[in-house]
Nanobody, 124 residues
Framework: QVQLVESGGGLVQAGGSLRLSCVAS????????LGWFRQAPGKEREFVAA????????YYVDSVKGRFTIARDNAKNTVYLQMNSLKPEDTAVYYC?????????????????WGQGTQVTVSS
């Protein structure tokens, strides 16, 4: 079982930046695809980005392409989400999750071991 802990959320003005981190423990980090999801109040959880076990492949939902960057450091058991040009509609609780490395990075299915989430609030 992998345990995931997110951090780095906060309040930022529109156009600003934040970097989220998610530290993993419990199993070999490089065995997993890592993904970021978000959930805004009253809305369903949305798949935002994912990265392959090696870090060589990344996937982004259209609404964040060109603004968000996912990266991982397997030596530090950490996955990051660099968020630039933030918009009020990016406001949500952001979660990281993982799935086994053989699974596709482009689909939201198969993810588990959810962290507790970190709140991102973008003011207009």
């Amino acid at each position: 079982q992998v345990q995931l802990v997110e951090s780095g959320g906060g309040l930022v003005q529109a156009g600003g930046s934040l970097r989220l981190s998610c530290v993993a423990s419990g199993r070999t980090f490089s065995n997993y695809v890592l993904g970021w999801f978000r959930q805004a109040p009253g809305k369903e959880r949305e798949f935002v980005a994912a990265i392959s076990w090696s870090g060589g492949l990344a996937y982004y939902v259209d609404s964040v392409k060109g603004r968000f960057t996912i990266a991982r450091d397997n030596a530090k058991n950490t996955v990051y989400l660099q968020m630039n040009s933030l918009k009020p509609e990016d406001t949500a609780v952001y979660y990281c999750a993982c799935k086994t490395r053989a699974q596709s990075i482009t689909t939201p299915t198969g993810f588990g071991s959810w962290g507790q989430g970190t709140q991102v609030t973008v003011s207009s």
